[in-house]
């Protein structure tokens, strides 16, 4: 592989939300990592385990509690609010649930061309011509620009979110569960085109999922988070191959896999009950409660996100070097 | 071999089939005109509305037809089944003459893509479909359960089978749970209502059913609230009131949507284990085929109101017939699949059921397509006792060139 050029330095990064005077919900907790440029970094977890605020605060939609995200050398989190807007140039972020983030009362013409006004990119003729074309290159038609979101469906709405996306040219696109809201023929076709994109324009995305079949397919490297916490953090080769945090190894192994016959022989490791709150969680492994191996050390002290081998990190007091 | 023969017959007496009709139609061109489809011209959406002006004006129609034949005793079965609901923008043939049976304590899948009519065929087994605006069956209509047509029954009679022998999981444990009322209750009030127990009485009865469910510390969670609940354990609530009275089937309408792959498998495990414990016939609609692999004994695949494939779980998997069918399975990346290879996709979207395709509802995003598909819709082919298909592919003129292999092979049995 040829040196990588580091695009975000994520380094110790907390969001924090006080819910009350006694009480912390701690969404995201010391997180460290850096997304090379031209790469797909997928993030992995279920639900609640902070993927997503950890997303938003790394593109700068959260103020982050402590600690830093260096994008292109420059902490994104001291800037001023000029700064923010250029910043905002570079990176974009498609969302969820694309029947909610598109704005019922905007045509799809100036949903798209929203960012560009914003940052006087085109304008008039110009303008028009840049929308006709981010719709074909999403595969939608010139004929969609004067219509409204309802009369799209879901897939083809999700495509709006990334031509409005990618009308700016950033460089960087979060991709915040982009395909969990869609059917299974209409995901591939999304996750299709969000690859032949990254292709040819050479973006960088953090993609966010629940669904670990497909981060596998898209991500090059991984991480798993468990309640805040990135668990584990490597390649996405390795990761499926020999996982070694005890949380991935049981998330992995409860993945359906569409083979009755692998189904049948399939060992799963059953992980008993279901997330803790992240309001005042106990000290040290956040999944001590549920692991199978816990031992008496877990309880009291957080493991260290130790790199096991190259590009390999796991925070877990049963893997030592 | 003797039914494709036999099909064969049929459409030569009907002289409508012409050899030339099996000419290869590409895919090619046809992309536009799938992904325009929901939005026609402009024009014809001034007809269109025009039109659900005046029917909204006379009141609406709707209109189903449903025979779905369900009968238990050795098994549940369905018939010929249609449904149509109409709305202000018209008549929506949601299921289109569907027929099929459960058995008892078998696990039969329902598979498909979001509006191809699966919820509407579980909701009309259930008699829960609103009845002025749906009609369910002109005529032959018949949903036979214990040999009774559900579709003739009053509000009064489907109440009685309504929780008791039939019950229903939905999709979304957010919203179908009520707010105001403590867990226990609700699932005490479907076992009050339906035998002569007294309120304590039931009230036990909800309490076994939480442990049964694994629900921890089932005593405190009973006089809890379901916002005090999280996903998983709404939804293991919701299966506690639908076994509370130990029904025979049990309809779970996309039991896992909503929840993480772990909770997921605690999920489909239980309904699995409770199946094999209770022998209940279990119907499981859903759009993952993952999740299928694992519970399912047969899968049936709808596509835009139809079944257009049918067979046992190992026949889907590894010898599926219809090209819906294998695009469906090869559209999910595998997890030993190469990194950032391009997925297979169908262009388009299914079609609009206002407006049904004449011919194989498929046939614009099929990439064997001929001119035939388009024109008159496809006989059923049977493989196997339990495998049936509906494509053209399976006459003896189709054009076969470039068709996996998989899809044609006949006769064989699968994968053993």
């Known amino acids: 592989m040829a040196t990588k050029e580091v695009l975000i330095e994520v380094k110790n990064l907390k969001k924090h939300f006080k819910i009350s005077k006694n009480s912390v ?117 010139r004929e969609h620009v004067s219509r409204f979101p309802h009369e799209f469906s879901g897939g083809q709405r999700q495509r709006i979110g990334i031509a409005r996306a990618l009308a700016i040219e950033p460089d ?27 292709r040819k324009r050479g973006l960088t995305y953090l993609f966010i999922a629940h669904d670990l079949s497909m981060i596998k397919h898209i991500s090059d490297r991984v991480g798993v988070m468990y309640l805040g916490s990135m668990v584990e953090f490597t390649t996405s080769e390795n990761l499926y191959k020999k996982p070694l945090h005890p949380y991935t190894q049981a998330l992995l192994s409860a993945i359906p896999i569409p083979d009755p016959k692998e189904e049948k022989v399939k060992k799963r490791i059953p992980i008993d009950g279901e997330i803790p709150s992240p309001i005042n969680s106990p000290p040290g492994c956040k999944f001590a409660s549920r692991c199978k191996h816990a031992m008496e050390i877990c309880t009291k002290e957080v493991p260290e996100f130790i790199e096991v081998e190259k590009e390999h990190f796991v925070s877990c007091h049963m893997i030592r070097k | 071999m003797n039914s494709l023969e036999s099909n064969v017959e049929v459409l030569k007496n009907e002289m409508t089939v012409t050899d030339d009709m099996f000419e290869r139609v590409g895919i090619k061109g046809l992309d536009d005109e799938a992904i325009n489809k929901p939005s026609l011209t402009y024009w014809a959406d001034v007809w269109r509305r025009f039109k659900s002006n005046k029917l909204a004006i006379v009141g609406l129609v ?54 191809c009519g699966k919820t509407v065929t579980a909701k009309a087994i259930m008699g829960l479909l609103p009845k002025p605006q749906s009609v369910i069956g002109e005529g032959g209509s018949e949903i036979n359960f214990k040999g009774k047509n559900l579709l003739h029954l009053d509000e009064a009679e489907m109440s009685k089978i309504r929780g008791k022998e039939i019950s229903m999981i939905f999709q979304d444990p957010m919203t179908s749970l009520n707010p105001t009322m403590k867990i226990g209750d609700q699932i005490a009030e479907s076992v009050f209502l339906h035998s002569n127990m007294s309120h304590r009485e039931s009230r036990n009865i909800a309490l076994k059913m939480l442990e049964l469910v694994r629900i921890p510390n089932a005593k405190v969670r009973l006089n809890q609230y379901p916002f005090e609940f999280s996903g998983g354990m709404r939804q293991r609530a919701m299966i506690a009131i639908a076994l509370a009275c130990n029904p025979n089937v049990l309809i779970a309408d996309e039991p896992t949507t909503a929840l993480d792959v772990t909770i997921q498998a605690q999920i489909m495990d239980l309904i699995a284990d409770l199946q094999k414990e209770l022998n209940t016939g279990v119907i499981l609609v859903t759009h993952d085929l993952g999740v299928v692999a694992s519970v399912a004994d047969r899968i049936q695949v709808m596509y835009a109101g139809k079944i257009v494939e049918r067979g046992t779980v190992d026949e889907i998997f590894y010898n599926p017939k219809h090209p819906y069918t294998l695009a469906l399975l090869n559209s999910v990346p595998k997890l030993n699949s190469n990194h950032k290879e391009t997925l297979y996709s169908l262009t388009g979207t299914p079609p609009d059921l206002i407006n049904p395709p004449v011919g194989c509802p498929f046939a614009a995003r099929c990439e064997h397509g ?39 092979k006949r006769g064989e049995v699968c994968g053993y």
């Open chain 1, 25 to 141: 919900l701690k969404a995201v907790d010391n997180v460290s990592f850096n997304i090379y440029k031209g790469e797909t970094l997928g993030l992995v977890g279920e639900s609640g385990c902070g993927k997503t605020t950890c997303g938003k605060t790394v593109m700068g939609l959260y103020e982050a509690t402590e600690g830093e995200v260096i994008y292109d050398g420059v902490n994104i989190h001291k800037f001023n609010n000029r700064e923010k807007k250029e910043f905002a140039k570079k990176a974009q972020i498609i969302f969820q649930d694309p029947y909610s983030s598109l704005n019922p009362r905007m045509t799809v013409g100036d949903i798209i061309g929203e960012g560009i006004d914003i940052h006087s990119l085109y304008k008039g003729k110009e303008r028009e011509e840049k929308i006709f074309e981010l719709l074909e290159t999403v595969g939608l038609n």
């Open chain 1, 172 to 198: 960087f696109i979060v991709c915040d569960e982009p395909i969990s809201a869609l059917d299974v023929s209409i995901q591939a076709q999304v996750v299709n085109l969000l690859i032949e994109l990254q």
């Open chain 2, 62 to 115: 709707l209109l189903i037809f449903v025979v779905l034949t369900i009968y238990i005793g050795p098994s549940l079965s369905g018939k010929d089944y249609q449904y149509m609901d109409s709305s202000a923008t018209g008549t929506a043939y949601a299921v289109r003459g569907i027929d099929f049976y459960l058995n008892k304590g078998e696990n039969l899948a329902i598979v498909g893509e979001s509006g």
């Open chain 2, 370 to 408: 001929m001119k035939i598909c388009r024109v008159k819709h496809p006989e059923t082919t049977s493989f196997s006792k339990t495998q049936e298909c509906s494509c053209w592919l399976h006459d003896k003129r189709a054009e076969l060139s470039g068709v996996p292999e998989v899809l044609v």
